[in-house]
């Protein structure tokens, strides 16, 4: 019998639940993909959660397997050899001070055990670093781990689109439950469904408060620019120095700095210039040769985060055949793909490792009290 799904919104985790989804060829898949803001798209994302000093066990798994799954999705996409698109480089991690990062290598190595895909760990002098990348002039020694990657959200979900016969760029302006599923409403047009995935990031209380829930989801601006290196920065590991930024080498010679993480600036996708100069100003410590290197261009998303920075994904109460996912902040490309691979496995009756996740949307999402 054919199931008639349909998901509200095109970044990582929407396009990855299509993409799975429209394998089973008795499911008819409709996506909607309006694009506004979409923090995927505007975002190369760095693959390595095993240092992260987040405590939340819950989380690190997630991010853990979230990162072992991209060579599952890379396969399934056949699109491993992109480079462009996904490259384990590995990363380079810095720390205020020695026992810092002695305490972060004590931490990869405690960690190698239940996660191979860490790599290999090393200490690398800031002459180690500098010879091996001329462009880079750190004063600090460094974490080293192969297993690091980065990869290109915007590419990744074209990708993932390719293999998809229906993609609507319109905005759903409300959905209704019906008997039989939900009935959805653009400004021109109406659908029906059995299924309803709302993978709509920071956009989701503007479908779910019409029909009496509250949301805990807010917006947090993220920006981040690109200055030309050309190709002294091929194939370079991914760097996270201590501060505010993160360094992406990309193939094609670009460097990508950023990302700002500013939770008081709403859905304003303008680029802020200033806070832009400062991102290029803190990375021209590490690179001088950026003092005499323009911005070329800039990235502005809109990530969705919860009041404890966690992520939520599965079903509401009291809202039948409709799932969720929000909340993932800066990890989303990370546990992105995991998370919509999960909600295809439980609509397809699949088991998954994640069942305690599956009724986290109610921490999240409650019935306003009337």
């Given at each position: 019998?054919?199931?008639?799904?349909i998901?509200?919104?095109?970044?990582?985790?929407g396009a990855?639940?299509?993409?799975?989804?429209?394998?089973?060829?008795?499911?008819?898949?409709?996506?909607?993909?309006?694009?506004?803001?979409?923090?995927?798209?505007?975002?190369?994302?760095?693959?390595?959660?095993?240092?992260?000093?987040?405590?939340?066990?819950?989380?690190y798994?997630?991010?853990?397997?979230?990162?072992?799954?991209?060579?599952?999705?890379l396969?399934?996409?056949?699109?491993?050899?992109?480079?462009?698109?996904?490259?384990?480089?590995?990363?380079?991690?810095?720390?205020?001070?020695?026992?810092l990062?002695?305490?972060?290598?004590?931490?990869?190595?405690?960690?190698?055990?239940?996660?191979?895909?860490?790599?290999?760990?090393?200490?690398?002098?800031?002459?180690?670093v500098?010879?091996?990348?001329?462009?880079?002039?750190?004063?600090?020694e460094?974490?080293?781990?192969?297993?690091?990657?980065?990869?290109?959200?915007?590419?990744?979900?074209?990708?993932?689109?390719?293999?998809?016969?229906?993609?609507?760029?319109?905005?759903?302006?409300t959905?209704?439950?019906?008997?039989?599923?939900?009935?959805?409403?653009?400004?021109?047009?109406?659908?029906?469904?059995?299924?309803?995935?709302?993978?709509?990031?920071?956009?989701?209380?503007?479908?779910?408060t019409?029909?009496?829930?509250?949301?805990?989801?807010?917006?947090?601006?993220?920006?981040?620019?690109?200055?030309?290196?050309?190709?002294r920065?091929?194939?370079a590991?991914?760097?996270?120095?201590v501060?505010?930024?993160?360094?992406?080498?990309?193939?094609?010679?670009?460097?990508?700095?950023?990302?700002?993480?500013?939770?008081?600036?709403?859905?304003?996708?303008?680029?802020?210039?200033?806070?832009?100069?400062l991102?290029?100003?803190?990375?021209t410590?590490?690179?001088?040769?950026?003092?005499?290197?323009?911005?070329?261009?800039?990235?502005?998303?809109?990530?969705?985060?919860?009041?404890?920075?966690?992520?939520?994904?599965?079903e509401v109460?009291?809202?039948?055949?409709?799932?969720?996912?929000?909340?993932?902040?800066s990890?989303?490309?990370t546990?992105?793909?995991?998370?919509?691979?999960?909600?295809?496995?439980?609509?397809s009756?699949?088991?998954?490792?994640?069942?305690?996740?599956?009724k986290?949307?109610?921490q999240?999402?409650?019935?306003?009290n009337?």
């Open positions: 019998m054919t199931k008639n799904i998901i509200i919104g095109g970044g990582i985790v990855t639940t299509a993409f799975y989804l429209a394998q089973n060829k008795e499911n008819n898949v409709l996506l909607f993909d309006e694009g506004t803001g979409r923090a995927t798209s505007a975002a190369v994302g760095i693959i390595s959660p095993w240092l992260s000093q987040r405590r939340n066990k819950d989380w798994f997630l991010a853990k397997e979230g990162a072992a799954f991209y060579e599952t999705l396969n399934d996409l056949d699109i491993s050899n992109q480079t462009e698109l996904y490259e384990k480089t590995g990363t380079l991690l810095y720390k205020k001070t020695p026992t990062l002695d305490k972060l290598e004590k931490l990869a190595y405690k960690r190698l055990k239940q996660a191979p895909t860490i790599g290999k760990i090393s200490r690398k002098s800031s002459n180690d500098h010879r091996a990348l001329p462009f880079f002039h750190p004063i600090d460094a974490l080293f781990i192969t297993g690091g990657a980065r990869v290109d959200g915007a590419k990744l979900i074209q990708a993932q689109k390719k293999s998809l016969a229906n993609v609507i760029e319109e905005k759903v302006t959905i209704a439950p019906t008997n039989s599923g939900w009935t959805l409403a653009t400004d021109t047009q109406q659908f029906h469904c059995d299924e309803l995935i709302l993978a709509c990031g920071a956009w989701l209380p503007e479908l779910l019409p029909l009496g829930y509250d949301v805990d989801i807010r917006p947090q601006k993220g920006q981040l620019i690109e200055c030309q290196l050309e190709d920065v091929k194939h590991p991914v760097i996270m120095p501060g505010e930024i993160d360094l992406m080498p990309l193939n094609d010679g670009r460097l990508l700095i950023g990302a700002t993480h500013e939770n008081d600036q709403g859905y304003d996708l303008t680029p802020d210039w200033n806070k832009l100069a991102l290029k100003q803190e990375a410590e590490l690179i001088p040769e950026l003092a005499e290197t323009k911005i070329m261009h800039y990235r502005v998303g809109t990530r969705a985060y919860t009041s404890d920075f966690l992520p939520f994904f599965g109460d009291g809202l039948k055949n409709i799932w969720v996912a929000s909340g993932l902040g990890s989303g490309l546990t992105g793909p995991i998370i919509g691979k999960t909600l295809a496995d439980w609509i009756g699949i088991d998954t490792p994640f069942d305690s996740y599956r986290t949307p109610n999240y999402i409650t019935k306003t009337d």
